[in-house]
């Protein structure tokens, strides 16, 4: 197992350079989105076929999490094609901090080893050797199934807001997003939440709690929701600061008006 998680990282680590190389060519960082959300794709298959655990558990659990990689890794590459030159304004504000590229490839590189510790429910469950699938396994994937449903409306419900020249400049507050200002994060958090329950039957399972948590960490205090919120503010202004007053900012949940 540990022999597999250094290849792990070291592909990891050339596929960030690579990503890397190539956001600086072409002069957009958004790239690292689609790489991260990609990186699950290339790693929890590898893990269930070098992996000596039994069979039906670990394709099943590296089939949702391809699935969730790759519904997530291309719906925001064509996000980023659809936007290119123009640049995710969280990307625009860490330039602003981080003038030179070099810093950009250290942040790349970290990157590659978070993704490495969001593939360890899918590196455990690969080398479990129980042949029966517990519970709490179908448990946690049927959270990573219904939160990657969920998280797939809310990105549907705002591309189709997003699409109506009549909404142009407005809040958008229909669907899921009447409940909650970041619904797609909201489901993004649960699909970990997921995962971690799946791998819980698995040895060493217990230390994946580490996914959710450093995801709700990403969400509240780097890149998801302060970033996100700060651009809107600035963009729509009292109309924005409305929507925070009377909406969730999270988990879905009744109005304030």
């Not at 190389?21 to 590898?46: C, E, K, Q």
């Not at 064509?78 to 003038?99: N, S």
């Not at 780097?222 to 900012?249: C, F, M, N, W």
């Amino acid at each position: 197992m540990i022999g597999l998680l250094g290849v792990a990282l070291a592909v990891a680590a050339s596929y960030f350079a690579i990503t890397w190389a190539i956001s600086v060519r072409i002069r957009n960082y958004g790239l690292l989105d689609v790489a991260f959300s990609y990186g699950v794709a290339i790693l929890a298959p590898m893990y269930a076929w070098f992996g000596t655990g039994a069979s039906p558990r670990k394709w099943l659990i590296a089939a949702i999490g391809v699935a969730w990689s790759l519904r997530l890794g291309t719906y925001i590459l064509v996000r980023v094609i659809k936007h290119h030159p123009a640049e995710d304004a969280r990307y625009l504000t860490l330039r602003d901090r981080w003038p030179g590229p070099l810093q950009f490839l250290a942040f790349f590189e970290l990157q590659a080893l978070l993704v490495v510790v969001f593939s360890l429910p899918f590196l455990l469950v690969s080398f479990n050797p129980s042949p029966t699938i517990a519970a709490l396994e179908f448990a946690g994937m049927a959270v990573a199934i219904v939160a990657l449903a969920g998280e797939t409306i809310a990105d549907l419900q705002m591309q189709a807001f997003k699409r109506d020249p009549a909404n142009r400049g407005t809040v958008c507050q229909v669907g899921l997003w009447r409940y909650s200002r970041h619904p797609n994060y909201f489901f993004e958090s649960l699909v970990w939440w997921g995962f971690f329950l799946a791998a819980l039957g698995s040895p060493w399972g217990w230390i994946t709690i580490a996914c959710p948590l450093l995801m709700l960490y990403f969400l509240f205090k780097v890149t998801g929701i302060p970033l996100t919120e700060e651009h809107a503010v600035r963009s729509k202004g009292d109309a924005y600061r409305e929507y925070q007053r009377t909406t969730s900012a999270f988990v879905p949940w009744f109005r304030k008006d």
